[in-house]
């Protein structure tokens, strides 16, 4: 059976929980998910400049 990639905040989760304690990667995964949602759902990468 093969598996789906992961989705940006679940790559990110997996990331954070292993440099950082719970508490605070949950706080920087919900303020990426704030940022996503800001920006009409697009990926962080399809971002540009002017919207940073």
Same mark, same amino acid.
């Given at each position: 059976?093969? +598996? /789906? ?5 679940? +790559?990110? +989760?997996? %990331?954070?929980?292993?440099?950082? =304690?719970?508490? $605070? *990667?949950?706080?920087? %995964?919900?303020?990426? $998910? /704030?940022? %996503?949602?800001? !920006?009409? +759902? /697009? !990926?962080?990468?399809?971002? *540009? =400049?002017?919207?940073?």
């Amino acid at each position: 059976m093969e +598996q /789906r990639p992961k989705k940006l905040l679940e +790559q990110l +989760q997996d %990331i954070m929980f292993k440099y950082s =304690s719970y508490q $605070r *990667g949950n706080t920087y %995964i919900d303020w990426i $998910r /704030r940022y %996503i949602l800001f !920006h009409d +759902q /697009r !990926h962080p990468r399809d971002v *540009g =400049s002017a919207e940073i």
